[in-house]
């Protein structure tokens, strides 16, 4: 099997007897090397990178997704770096990519999109096996989910920050996390935009059918919730921003999530 990440750049399989160092600069991805049993071979992370938080603790932070320490990087020596296109700034990746052999660009977009992305980290590292069961448990989950009968169809407002308010465009992870219970996400003016900000306003309003507040980045509470209920008069609700934005192996319990919500709405 060929092990080609998101900018077609391919990859070999370490030695059998080899010991990598990686640090990973993805919140989600250092979980699923943790899951995939490389705990041992982690030598950095981010401060965002917070599960599974009884493993992690012992790992070093490198500064956040978007600041990096480029030399606190470079002391810690790594074999592999492991990003993604949209967490991870291109100016860093790049400084890093002059001293770390083998840098793995990552950038799922849609919940199947997982396991390629289980393969190709057990194939890098020789975690086949243990890929294989993530691909399995996900196979399960997907397919309740999609066995379950869906609602009507739903255009929905998903606010990731304030101050500017800032939704998500309908080709990111989140939104195809929502396509799979027949949901669609509310289309900002700015279709350029990944993340557009937005001014509410009766035009808003009108286009949709509701609002979803994630948890993160931006800590939306249901204070919030309540507040903008009130003012537009469709329905608001809070959701796990994890359960709906970690790609790796939490998209495993996110698609549980997204059956759950179905089975409450019903």
């Keep these: 099997m060929q092990l080609i990440d998101a900018l077609g750049t391919e990859h070999r399989p370490i030695a059998p007897s080899a010991a990598p160092r990686i ?3 993805v919140p989600s991805i250092t ?3 943790c899951d995939l049993g490389l705990a041992p071979w982690l030598v950095g992370r981010t401060g965002f990178c917070v599960h599974p938080a009884a493993i992690v603790r ?3 932070k490198v500064g956040g997704t978007k600041d990096v320490n480029v030399d606190k990087i470079r002391k810690l020596a790594p074999t592999h770096l492991v990003v993604n296109i949209d967490e991870n700034e291109k100016t860093s990746v790049d400084a890093l990519a002059e001293f770390i052999p083998d840098v793995i660009v990552t950038h799922p977009l849609a919940p199947r999109d ?3 992305l289980f393969r190709l980290l057990g194939g890098i590292f ?3 096996p243990a890929a294989e069961n993530l691909c399995a448990a996900f196979e399960r989950e997907y397919a309740a989910l999609q066995s379950m009968p869906k609602g009507p169809p739903q255009t929905m407002l998903y606010c990731i920050w304030k101050d500017p308010w800032m939704t998500v465009s309908r080709d990111t992870y989140i939104a195809n996390m929502l396509v799979e219970i ?5 289309r900002a003016p700015d279709a350029s935009a990944r993340y557009p900000a937005f001014a509410w306003s009766s035009d808003v309003t009108h286009a ?3 609002v979803l507040l994630s948890t993160e980045p931006y800590r939306f509470t249901t204070e919030h919730a309540d507040a903008i209920e009130k003012r537009i008069g469709k329905p608001v609700s809070l959701l796990d921003g994890e359960m709906m934005s970690w790609y790796g192996s939490r998209a495993i319990a996110g698609l549980r999530y997204l059956r759950q919500m179905v089975e409450d709405l019903a």
């Design 23 to 25: 640090v990973s600069l």
């Design 31 to 33: 979980e699923l090397l």
């Design 58 to 60: 012992d790992i070093p």
């Design 114 to 116: 997982n396991l390629a």
């Design 126 to 128: 020789r975690a086949g």
């Design 182 to 186: 027949g949901w669609q996400c509310w």
């Design 208 to 210: 949709i059918d509701g």
